[in-house]
């Protein structure tokens, strides 16, 4: 259930009836547990707290912790131990006991099949159907996995202990005990040797450690073994070779079962079904979500300083997670969970990994950032390539090496228009170029013989162009090809598209807003100069700013846009519009009809 990384919703601090209701909670699912033990795991008045858990598998999870660590989560109003627990007390729970190189199984995901488990001197302990129980390796006492039976002790010795005995649900090296201070697996004496006719190759290699275990999850823990190490066990050569060798057989097909065979193959095989099979069953939306929170990570980590403080939270998608994602996929709120930026801040803040204000009305900003937060700190940066910064330090007095993108104008089909376009498999809200409805409507025409016999300059309109293409109360039959292109053009939403040179090309609905300069009077003569809208193309507003500082020599500041639904704004002391144009337009190579207002630069004497 968390062999995969789980999304927190929210962490509190538990209440006094929540701390007696869980303490009642889980006398009640372990009836073997002392009222002293009740208080050493349920304490009252240490620090705990509730952590609302959503997993890879779309389970909704509840998990109490006490300090860091995890000691009881409940899953449909069940309440079971973690591991931290059971090593507090570890005769809370029924015991199996099996190899330790199934630990390796466990992790993966799979379930404790009968052939592995191993009966002591007095046989399994008694255990009724569907019942909590712990699983603890050779040699060692402490559990490493909590599940449930699949059936009765008295059922598994009736089947010849064959098919599976205890559905996993939580394992030692998981994800919710990496959630914890991840305690190093203890080492706990037991009285059960080795049984006789149990016994591994132990020239197969079938006998690997915890610590090779370990190394191979890529956790670090102490080996299980110490206390009975499996290199000390002595094999006894009195029996017969007809029973050496029917023990032998024995050995081999528990070993095939339980997936530990001499080559690993099929332990391996097994292993890879089980993660195909979870990975298909990851819906889109919990894909999307945790690309957000990996991408939101490793832009805290990588990306955001302590001077970029207060940020706007539109420039850390845009700015600082866009470019942490992975460039054969793309980051999309609306198919997340979260549906809007403000709820997944809000998540995030919940965790306690940022801090955001509303500075201004509507404006919300990250105005502090959780540096020493155990989920950014354990974060590992992914090997990720990111765009080079669009405008580079001007420090050297050059120009800029800016170069401006390719500006496509597109239209966007809309449901009035999508029964039309679907004739050629285009669906509502795909981009098309002007050149590309003027060839679809084309080759509409001509399939449907809509041409006017006595004038080729018009076309006959049918009845799914009337639908589309018709005014409120008109009667439309006739149409020449430029109204024809004209009408269809304006009933379609207008967007844009840029091409970066040696990135993918950027799509933006709507009309694409130009570079906006302006100049404003303030008091007495002072005037100064802003410009809005650099982020749209691809130019850095702080550095931008720091540009026009040094060609001025002049203060300049980069502030939220007022007014205006989103980006930043660069002021700058005077009147420099003509110092703006010159970047922009001679030097940026920006197109001029993208860059407004430069028409108020001041006129030299």
Known sequence: MFQKPFRVKSKTVIRGSDRRKL??????????LTEE??????????????MKLYTHAGKNVTVYCLGNNPVFFELD??????????????????????????????????DLMLPGVIEGADGLPVIDKNKLCSISLLGNRAPVAVGRTTMSSAQMAECGMRGKGVTVLHTYLDQLWEH??????????????????HVPDLDSGDTASVEQV???????????????????????????????LEKENDLDEKNTEVGIGDDGDRCEEEEGETREEEEDQVSPVDQMDSLLYQCFLHALKTNVKKTDLPLLTSKLLRGHMQPCCPAEKSLDLKKSSYKKLSKFLQAMQAQGLIQVKE???????VVGVNWGHVELKSFEVPDVELPAAEVPDPGTGAGPTYQPPEVVEMYSVTGNLSPLFRTAGIRKGHALSGQEVREFLTQYVKENELMDPNNRRFIVVDPLLCDALRQK????????????????????????????????????????????VQVQQRSGNKKVTLIYNLEGFGIRPDSFAHLLQLRVQASTAVNPAVNRKAGMQVMVQGNQVNTVAKLLIDEMK????????????????
């Not at 507090?88 to 993966?108: A, E």
């Not at 191979?216 to 007809?242: F, K, M, Y």
Request: proline residues 9%; aromatic residues 4%.
């Open 37 to 50: 033990q009740l208080q050493e795991l349920v304490p009252t008045k240490e620090d705990m707290s509730t």
């Open 180 to 197: 914890g201070d991840r305690t190093p697996l203890p080492t706990m004496a037991t009285q059960q040797s080795c049984p006789e006719g």
């Open 77 to 110: 109003k069940n309440v079971f131990p973690t591991v931290y627990s059971l090593w507090r007390v570890p005769d809370m729970l029924p015991c199996l006991t099996t190899w330790p190189n199934v630990l390796k199984n466990l992790c993966g995901g799979a």
């Open 23 to 32: 303490r009642a909670d889980v006398g009640k699912a372990l009836p073997s």
């Open 473 to 516: 109360g008109e009667n439309l039959t006739h149409l020449t090809w430029e109204d024809l292109f004209t009408r269809c053009c304006d009933k379609m939403s207008p967007c844009a598209q840029l091409i970066f040179p040696g990135q993918p090309p950027v799509l933006k609905k709507g009309k694409l807003e130009p570079v906006d």
């Open 359 to 365: 500075l201004s009305k509507g404006v919300e900003s």
């Open 590 to 605: 920006l197109p001029k009809k993208f860059v407004q207002g430069v028409e108020k630069a001041a006129k030299k004497r």
């Open 214 to 244: 370990q190394k191979e999850l890529g956790a670090v823990a102490s080996s299980t073994t110490d206390t009975v190490p499996i290199e000390n066990l002595v094999l006894e050569d009195n029996l017969g070779n007809e029973g050496g």
